[in-house]
């Protein structure tokens, strides 16, 4: 599959896919994806529908190549079946410190849709703590320190997501779906955000409708202090909620939120939250 253009896999079993170069424009339909799932790097379009893929994340977006993909990303009517020794499986995999220069831009996927997505994680071991979307830990997020967003110290930034849709995903286990798996300090986002006494101009986006959420938070608790906000590209997010049960959002970091036919699940704190609108 290196260096392939307009890639179109349907009605196969295999033990994976796996590009491990580029490949550009990748169409995955009605297939089984075996114990190392989904391997990738590229740019374009990629679509996965009605695949059933068995592996600790979904997708990996193969570390030894920068992680990157370099385009927007569709998932619809898929079931995953993560590891069952997996504590805390992320559905997008990848591991990119931001000190090696690869030879090109290194990206999350642009635009990130999941449509439909049953997570079978009903046999998980003990100490499960669910499944989410992002790793955002310090080893993949731009090395273990935090960096300097208003400067761009980071000599090879990973750039973060833009935008995310979440629709209609479900649990076998009923941990629910997270976005974040920890705190996200070393997201580096490719537009600075703005964040004063008087407005907030977000640079990630994130639609969530008729899924079922964790019992973590929404929004992460930070170790960044709050003058480490500014005008700078640290991730500062967007959520609009509609149809989901059980929120949580409990935390310290600043975060603009918009509910629409949700119930919440204790009381919504966080000094530092903009709550746009209550439906």
């Known amino acids: 599959t290196n260096h392939c253009k307009d ?3 349907e009605d196969c079993v295999m033990s994976r896919f796996d590009a491990h170069e580029n490949v550009a424009n990748l169409t995955i339909r009605n297939t089984v994806l075996g114990h190392q799932c989904f391997n990738a ?6 679509l996965v529908e009605n695949v059933t893929a068995y592996g600790n994340s979904f997708l990996n977006l193969r570390g030894d190549y920068g992680s990157t993909w370099d385009g927007d990303i569709i998932f619809r009517n898929n079931t995953w079946y993560p590891n069952a020794a997996a504590k805390a499986p992320s559905f997008i995999g990848g591991s990119n410190a931001g000190d090696h220069d690869f030879g090109f831009p290194c990206y999350i996927p642009h635009k990130i849709t999941i449509d439909g997505l049953l997570i079978c994680d009903g046999c998980a071991n003990e100490g499960y703590v669910g499944a989410s979307l992002f790793n955002c830990s310090p080893s993949v997020m731009n090395g273990s320190g935090a960096p300097d967003y208003n400067d761009k110290s980071i000599a090879y930034p990973y750039f973060f997501a833009e935008e995310v849709t979440l629709r209609n995903i479900r649990t076998e286990s009923g941990k629910g779906f997270a976005v974040f798996s920890a705190d996200t300090k070393n997201c580096y986002c490719t537009q600075k ?13 994130c639609k969530i409708e008729d899924t079922e959420m964790p019992e973590k938070s929404l929004v992460p608790e930070t170790s960044l202090s709050l003058e480490d906000f500014g005008e700078n590209y640290h991730l500062l997010p967007s959520f609009e909620l509609k149809n989901c049960r059980k929120v949580t959002v409990n935390t310290n970091a600043p975060a603009i939120i918009k509910f629409t036919d949700c119930t919440l699940s204790g009381e919504m704190t966080g000094d530092n939250l903009k709550i746009v609108s209550l439906q």
Do not use: A, E, W
Not at 41 to 46: A, P, Q, S
Not at 193 to 205: A, E, G, I, L, T
């Open 7 to 9: 890639l179109y896999v």
């Open 41 to 46: 790097i590229g740019h374009g379009i990629m």
């Open 193 to 205: 955000h703005k964040k004063d006494k008087y407005s907030f101009v977000p640079n990630f986006r």
